[in-house]
């Protein structure tokens, strides 16, 4: 059961591919992320399958439909470009945005303000949107975003703009989502984002997705690496360890054989080379994301600066 079945999906603009063949299935109840640089063809991507505009080529259907805008109450959309009515008051914000998508303003208001109550907002529910923090204003859109019960959610940059702590809040309102059933995605430009919070990825450059599938897998694409630090220098233990090991001092840095940690142990036993510290580390989807899209394209990745996410 796919939320999002899309085939050969290609959008121009004046002959410039924005969207160049793209294949995605996300699964019903998954946290999908769409990871890609600036001008990867995200939002436009985005805005194809949703049925905000049709692709000059390729097939999609969202929620089992293949007229995708037919949809519309069932789903959730959080633009890129933020905007809201200064003068309208929280509530009453997230009223109206439940309305464009079929709710009632009666029920739309009650669920708004039980919204702000649970986010620790409730004192700002009469405020104008004028008079909130932009991260306060960005958390009032994302209620109104879901306060109609979408079954899909798609966040366009979800994050950016946001401190950690409202970060943090914006992650656990995703995983509750996903919790009831709902299928969300959301596009990132920030690897550890995607990393966090996602079961399946899709890697998109230059229109192009050159990774579809399970975070987990994309992890597996590469192979871990060890560490090791021996109190001698030298043995017959050293026949065990890999061809392409950097030595540095009493330290030993390889990938991981294909036979595992167990023969390169006991070798190290039996062989006296008194192991003083031994790590295995799994590549993070950072390094992942460099094997599959390339060093170039990983370094227009942005990194959230230090202390910005939890
Ligand atoms: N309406 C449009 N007319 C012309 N070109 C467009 C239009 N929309 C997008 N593009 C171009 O298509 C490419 C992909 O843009 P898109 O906004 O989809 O990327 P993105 O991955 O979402 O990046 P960003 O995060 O910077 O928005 C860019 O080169 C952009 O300039």
């Not at 640089?37 to 399958?49: D, F």
């Not at 109104?144 to 366009?156: A, E, W």
């Not at 979800?158 to 970060?167: E, K, R, V």
């Not at 890999?242 to 062989?271: C, N």
């Amino acid at each position: 059961m796919y939320a999002i079945e899309a085939q050969g999906i290609v959008k121009q603009f004046d002959g410039f591919r924005a969207v160049d063949g793209v294949d995605l299935k996300v699964p019903v109840g998954s946290i999908y992320g769409i990871l890609g640089p600036n001008g990867a063809g995200k939002t436009t991507m985005l805005r194809t399958l949703l049925g905000i505009i049709d692709p000059d080529a390729g097939v999609r259907t969202l929620l089992g439909s293949d007229r995708p805008i037919t949809q519309s109450r069932n789903v959730g959309y959080l633009p890129e470009e933020r905007g809201l009515y200064q003068s309208m008051r929280a509530v009453d914000t997230i009223a109206f945005m439940g309305a464009l998508r079929g709710l009632s303003l009666k029920e739309g208001k009650e669920k708004g303000r039980a919204l702000l109550e649970e986010a620790g907002l409730g004192y700002a529910a009469d405020r104008q949107i004028r008079q909130l923090s932009k991260g306060m204003a960005q958390t009032v859109q994302l209620m109104g975003t879901i306060v109609h019960d979408p079954k899909l959610i798609v966040l366009d940059e979800p994050f950016s703009g946001l401190d950690a702590l409202n970060q943090a809040k914006l992650e656990k309102m995703i995983r509750a989502q996903a919790a009831r059933g709902v299928t969300v995605i959301f596009s990132t430009h920030v690897i550890a984002h995607a990393e966090r919070l996602c079961e399946r990825i899709a890697i998109i450059a230059k229109g192009k997705i050159s990774f579809d599938g399970l975070v987990s897998e994309a992890r597996d694409r590469l192979r871990p690496q060890v560490h090791l630090e021996t109190e001698t220098l030298d043995g017959i233990w050293r026949k065990a360890l890999p061809a392409d090991t950097r030595a540095e001092g009493h330290w030993w840095h390889f990938t991981l054989p294909e036979t595992g940690v167990e023969p390169l142990l006991t070798a190290l036993v039996e062989g006296k080379a008194g192991i003083k510290s031994l790590s295995i580390e799994r590549p993070g989807l950072h390094d992942a994301f460099v094997a599959i899209a390339g060093e170039s394209v990983a370094a227009e990745m942005d990194e959230p600066i230090a202390g910005e996410t939890l």
